[in-house]
């Protein structure tokens, strides 16, 4: 199953969540089932690992991949955001580490129908949970120009958001825009001459901006931090792989303000939340992907995994 989705940092997650035998481990985003295997060879002999996914065929995948582990891997599907709620419902408790891989796995990107990438003409799709009844076609579609340009400047951080969103708007009068390449190239119509020779392509952020919105990404990262550290044992371990700047900002934080504790007012001169530290953090800047990986994986070049401990 390596073909799925090639994992990020491996050897780094490992070490960060600080295995050990019978440790009970969530994979939040288990896609094709690399970190899981290496969370569970590493928690061997009788550690378990949940693993939850949004997409049936990476649950499909890590089935396979995981299947000579048994019992000691439960695959879930679901949201990483109601971390609490599967929890509950494996009967487990606390656990001694979290990790989440965000972002769109290999396999989704290598997949045209999943509307993920405009590099092929696909449906404007962009679901991780194909059961959801919005794609982003709908988005496109129906929004007010307004709506659009918000969505793709605060997701997408497109500084001609709105330019973008009123091609949008002007385009779908004329006729629906119902795939990849349609948006795409909207987009790069639309951009000043030369957006092209970009490092990146021209409709990157305006696709980033759209897939965040459909499947509601950031909001469920917010919660899954805020619930994920109340299921983590003491001197447990959360680790969560980033790839642009909008979730590794949430997750940063998110994490200094566990450390913290105290949400008052920097200005108030007692504190009057009464709000303890829950969290130590490890990474006081990001890791990164190696050379050799770069090399081997460029798709891993903007990871950052950061790393907090539950005190």
């Known amino acids: ?16 969540l600080r295995l050990r035998a019978g440790a009970a481990v969530v994979d939040g985003t288990v896609g094709g089932g690399g970190h899981a295997e290496a969370i569970l060879e590493a928690t061997a002999p009788d550690g378990i690992l949940i693993g939850i996914d949004a997409d049936d065929e990476a649950l499909a995948a890590a089935g396979q991949r995981l299947a000579r582990f048994g019992k000691r891997a439960a695959l879930v599907k679901g949201n990483f955001a109601e971390l609490e709620g599967i929890l509950a419902e494996q009967k ?19 997949s045209p129908e999943r509307g993920f990438s405009f590099s092929q003409e696909a449906p404007l799709d962009m679901r991780m949970d194909r059961s959801r009844p919005q794609t982003a076609a709908d988005l496109v579609g129906s929004l ?4 659009l340009a918000r969505i793709i400047k605060g997701f997408g951080e497109e500084r001609m958001a709105g330019r973008i969103a009123r091609a949008i708007v002007a385009e779908r009068e004329r006729s629906p825009i119902r795939t990849t390449t349609d948006l795409a190239g909207i987009v790069v119509r639309t951009l000043p001459p030369g957006a092209e020779r970009q490092k990146i392509h021209p409709a990157t952020r305006t696709f980033q901006a759209l897939r965040i919105a459909v499947n509601d990404e950031l909001t469920s990262l917010r919660r899954a931090v805020e619930d994920g550290t109340e299921q983590l044992k003491p001197g447990g371990r959360f680790s969560i792989i980033s790839f642009h700047s909008l979730e590794d900002r949430i997750v940063k934080n998110a994490f200094r303000a566990g450390e913290k504790g105290c949400s008052c007012p920097p200005d108030l001169p007692v504190c009057g ?4 530290p829950k969290l130590r953090v490890i990474t006081r800047k990001p890791v990164t992907p190696g050379d050799e990986e770069l090399t081997s994986n460029p798709r891993a070049r903007s990871a950052k995994l950061r790393t907090a401990e539950r005190i």
């Open 144 to 147: 007010p120009w307004e709506e």
């Open 92 to 110: 487990i408790g606390t656990v001694d580490g979290i990790l989440l891989d965000l972002g769109v796995s290999s396999h989704q990107l290598d």
């Open 1 to 16: 199953m390596e073909g799925f989705h090639r994992p990020v940092m491996l050897a780094e997650v490992v070490a960060s």
């Open 273 to 276: 939340c009464n709000a303890k």
